[in-house]
């Protein structure tokens, strides 16, 4: 049993293979958090809490006289606003009559085999023998509100997720304004602060920096988790290195606004919450009725960053992708973008494909301009049909000829916005976010559709569907290219505004989960301007996402090496592009651009009936060795070698778990004259083993202990892939 109630000391704990998480009631009902990290013996924890009083902290009523007795210092499972706890909090609501202050208390609990679910929010799932759940419902004493507290337990994982219902049992509405799906408190000790911060073609850049004296927050208030802050955060203890120290991982289900933070408090204890950003949140309960937050993922390793990345790795592979391509490599695509961006004909189209499938190409992505009158950015989104007259055909006709080079086809959307300069937006243009009495503000052009009404999904679902069903399309790039800004529902009353950002998400998951489960084949790519979404809820309904806009293959290696910290390779949507690179002008060799990509699903994105023979041979070469290798480098464990300007060179590995096999990629990223010798220490082999790499002989102890010499390099940008397999 993986939770633990011990009726004695009222300890709750959870124990995954390698972390223990545990709570206790205290003799207030106060539920306290006592211990999260490595696993250990079932053991009250409590004995570390220090209690004394630090002065200018309030002192619950049945506290009476005792002036140590302060929500305001102990470590809690989940604080509220106006509890006499002035740390952050992780609720804070507003009653009828305007007060905002609550206390909690526990009233019950319950351990239930199997992972909860939440109806329609993406949560992880696990058979009913891999898993548990614990519900703790606490009371707030101000009225009748109930909040109950889910912890899902997958200990194979080492994944410990929670979310949170609120329940309105008054009479009267309660409005939320902040209701957060995690927070967690750490009585000592001093941490690190580990983020992916970027910007768009740059996205999830690494940024350290130790928790100070207040409140360090990272978020996103752009209706999408953003480029710019990823829903996934670490708490280190300092000196954490990939292969040592402790760490805690959070991650967010979750794809719209949302914001962490992380609290060093007056008596230098950690708090840090993440959950839906209050900002743009404002949720009125009526009488009766539930809310559901987010799920958050928790991971704890004693073994430093990587080890950390691999419990991510594993249970977003295991326990939230879903379809038939959780378990098996995606088709090598090739994808018309950078090629002709809206410049093709239907005829153009199919060249490019016909020459993709003679090089082992697995399908044709038509991105951007299929369909109504898009010949720009300026027009035609939301008229999902196609543009038979740049076609020449119709889109069914265009999939059956790419279907019949014996190759999967796949079409791209945007479901969620709308140009002013469509069908759509001139028969309903309050379908779209628009301030009453303000003029809307365009992003790239476009408005943004209020996915929070039914009516609007429903229009476009049908749309998607009659294209799908007579392209029989394979795939979908699902794309989102602005920040959502000026949010009004024309659908809401006024003290219900607070909501549409979230009914929005709800509403992109509504019709995500409407498409799968009338598509279960159908492959979702997701996409938001590159890598703008790219979180672990999107990861539930499309298990790979376009990692970045930006396709130079130098910049991918840190954007790659950012996201893998979280997610695995097989999430991570990568191409081979023309050089110069239409993002930065690089020229990078071809073998590098492939080398790059193969550390991602794999595909193309340029013209291949532009490129020579010569190039043509490589991609054929190329495309034979991601098929060969894409067992290791799709379910090998991640290594990352180096960190991105370390070294002269950036290096990862894939190995296999058993040691049989591993790939290790390196690029050299700058050149000296007189060059020095690079060695590069290898990992996941077995010390005993002998290994074949390159035609030589090595033992693993040899090649971890001391490693290889990497060949000088001739020219900028030069790479190298060694396949390493155990030969005796
Ligand atoms: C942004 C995407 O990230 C690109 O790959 C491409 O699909 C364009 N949108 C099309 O408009």
């Excluded at 080890?307 to 098996?328: E, M, V």
């Excluded at 809206?342 to 003679?358: N, Q, S």
């Excluded at 672990?536 to 910290?565: E, K, V």
């Excluded at 290898?682 to 202990?705: F, H, Q, T």
Aim: aromatic share 12%; with cysteine.
């Amino acid at each position: 049993m993986a939770i633990i109630w011990n009726q004695n000391d009222r300890t709750l704990t959870l124990q995954t293979d390698g972390s223990t998480y545990q709570m206790k009631i205290d003799n207030h009902n106060v539920l306290l958090h006592t211990y999260y990290g490595k696993r250990t013996e079932l053991f009250d924890y409590s004995y570390l809490i220090d209690h004394r009083d630090r002065g200018f902290a309030g002192n619950p009523y049945d506290a009476e006289r005792d002036k140590t007795y302060t929500l305001d210092t102990l470590p809690q499972e989940y604080p509220c606003f106006g509890s006499g706890d002035f740390r952050n909090s992780a609720l804070k609501l507003r009653y009828g009559s305007g007060a905002s202050a609550l206390e909690l208390r526990y009233l019950k609990h319950e351990i239930l085999p199997g992972k909860y679910r939440i109806p329609g929010l993406p949560s992880m799932f696990a058979d009913e023998d891999e898993a548990n759940t614990l519900i703790v419902t606490m009371k707030g004493d101000a009225a009748e509100l109930l909040v109950h507290l889910y912890y899902g337990v997958i200990p194979g994982a080492d994944i410990i997720t929670r979310a949170v219902v609120l329940e309105n049992c008054s009479s009267e509405a309660i409005y939320l304004e902040k209701a957060m799906s995690v927070s967690l408190d750490f009585q000592y000790g001093s941490y690190d602060l580990v983020t992916f911060y970027g910007r768009h073609c740059m996205e999830r850049n690494v940024c350290r920096e130790k928790l100070r004296h207040g409140i360090q927050s990272v978020g996103s208030t752009r209706g999408a988790s953003s480029h710019q802050q990823n829903p996934f955060v670490i708490l280190a203890e300092p000196g954490t290195s990939e292969e040592r120290g402790g760490c805690y991982g959070l991650s967010f289900l979750y794809s719209g606004d949302f914001k962490s933070e992380a609290e060093w408090d007056q008596i230098n204890q950690t708090r840090i919450v993440m959950g839906i950003h209050p900002a743009n949140f404002r949720w009125k309960l009526e009488p009766g009725e539930q809310f559901h937050t987010p799920e958050a993922a928790l991971s704890y390793s004693g073994e430093g960053f990587r080890k950390l990345s691999w419990n991510y790795h594993d249970a977003i592979r295991n326990h939230l992708c879903r379809g038939p391509y959780r378990d098996k490599r995606a088709p090598i695509l090739i994808n018309n973008w950078e090629g002709t961006y809206f410049d093709f004909t239907g005829e153009k189209l199919f060249e490019m494909a016909k020459e993709a499938a003679e090089l082992g190409i697995e399908m044709f992505v038509l991105d951007d301009g299929w369909f109504g009158v898009r010949n720009s950015e300026t027009g035609g989104l939301g008229d999902w049909y196609a543009n038979e007259k740049k076609l020449g055909c119709t889109i069914g006709e265009l999939a059956a000829r790419i279907h019949g080079l014996g190759m999967k086809f796949g079409l791209w959307f945007e479901p969620e916005c709308v140009s002013e300069d469509s069908d759509l937006y001139r028969a309903h243009p309050d379908w779209a976010f628009t301030v009453p009495g303000r003029k809307p503000m365009r992003g790239r052009y476009q408005l943004v559709l209020d996915f929070g009404r039914d009516e609007v999904r429903e229009h476009i679902f049908r749309q998607m569907c009659a294209v799908l069903d007579q392209s029989k399309a394979d795939y979908i790039k699902w794309d989102f290219n602005r920040s959502v800004s000026d949010v009004y529902s024309a659908s809401l009353t006024a003290d219900r505004q607070g909501e549409a950002t979230h009914r929005y998400v709800l509403g992109l998951y509504d019709l995500l989960e409407r498409l799968l489960a009338r598509y279960p084949d159908l492959l979702i790519e997701g996409c938001c301007g590159g890598g703008g979404r790219f979180d672990a809820g999107m990861l539930h309904y499309a298990p790979q996402i376009w990692c970045s806009d930006n396709t130079d293959a130098i910049n991918r290696m840190s954007i790659q090496y950012g996201t893998s910290f979280c997610y695995p390779v097989s999430t991570m949507g990568a191409h081979v592009s023309a050089c110069p690179n239409h993002q930065t002008g690089r020229v990078v060799p071809f073998a590098t651009r492939g080398a790059v990509a193969m550390a991602g699903t794999f595909g193309y994105e340029l013209d291949i009936t532009k490129m020579t023979a010569e190039e043509k041979e490589e991609v054929r070469e190329q495309v034979a060795r991601f098929k060969k290798y894409c067992d290791v480098i799709r379910n090998g464990r991640y290594y990352r070698l180096t960190a991105p300007g370390e070294k002269s060179f950036h290096a990862w590995e894939m190995a296999k778990a058993d040691g049989s096999e591993a790939l290790v990629t390196v690029v050299s990223t700058m050149l000296e004259g007189n060059p020095l010798g690079c060695y590069l220490k290898l990992c996941g082999l077995i010390p005993e083993k002998i290994y074949e790499v390159a035609g030589r002989r090595y033992p693993g102890a040899a090649l971890m202990n001391c490693g290889v010499i990497l060949p000088t390099a001739q020219y900028e940008y030069q790479s190298w892939q060694f396949h390493i397999q155990a030969v005796d």
